[in-house]
Antibody
């Protein structure tokens, strides 16, 4: 049974750096073809892919946010960490992590709402 | 970056009717790496269709996907009350992938 859960601060101040952790179980991020990605959704708006890391440590970022994002993995801890620098109120959103394979994003975490406000 | 445009923005139908949702890409989607998701209020998205036409595990056969290249369709053959939600298409052939803006399926 695959599960994922996001954790991190619920409130950050403008210009701060956000660090989110995705802790998962039921699969290994050292298995060929497997990836874990981060997606966000501002309140009432559409989904937006942020970043994706694969089993071989290949990393992909949204072109529009690439300069602000870093994604890393700790295979031994079954965790993927996303950092986003220079947070702004427009970054207020629910942040999801998801398992990806040949079947797109087939398992999702419950999401965590991050509010950016002073 | 591939831009996905979904239409219509809102679709008003009654239970039992057929729903047809469209997703058009700004350039060809590699190897039909096109997925559809359903999202209900307060919930994470749920994968319905991947590879343009393959149903995900546990998805009822009233949901079907079709298309290739730049034009894709999600069809719900006979709407059930639980199908009223927001639907997103996503291309994942060009990593990390992009989503459409969504189609809201509402009860008429």
């Amino acid at each position: 049974q695959i599960t994922l859960k996001e954790s991190g601060p619920t409130l950050v101040k403008p210009t701060q750096t956000l660090t989110l952790t995705c802790t998962f179980s039921g699969f290994s991020l050292s298995t060929s073809g497997v990836g874990v990605g981060w997606i966000r959704q501002p309140p009432g708006k559409a989904l937006e892919w942020l970043a994706l890391i694969y089993w071989d440590d290949d990393k992909r970022y949204s072109p529009s946010l690439k300069s602000r994002l870093t994604i890393t993995k700790d295979t031994s801890k079954n965790q993927v960490v996303l950092t986003m620098t220079n947070m702004d109120p427009v970054d207020t959103a629910t942040y999801y992590c998801a398992h990806t394979g040949i079947a797109a994003a087939d398992y999702w975490g419950q999401g965590t709402l991050v509010t950016v406000s002073s | 970056e591939i831009v996905l445009t979904q239409s219509p923005g809102t679709l008003s139908l009654s239970p039992g009717e057929r729903a047809t949702l469209s997703c058009r890409a700004s350039q060809s989607v590699s190897s039909s790496y096109l997925a559809w998701y359903q999202q209900k209020p307060g919930q994470a998205p749920r994968l319905l269709i991947y590879g343009a036409s393959s149903r995900a595990t546990g998805i009822p056969d009233r949901f079907s996907g079709s298309g290739s290249g730049t034009d894709f369709t999600l069809t719900i053959s006979r709407l059930e009350p639980e199908d009223f939600a927001v639907y997103y298409c996503q291309q994942y052939g060009s990593s990390p992938g992009t989503f459409g803006q969504g189609t809201r399926l509402e009860i008429k």
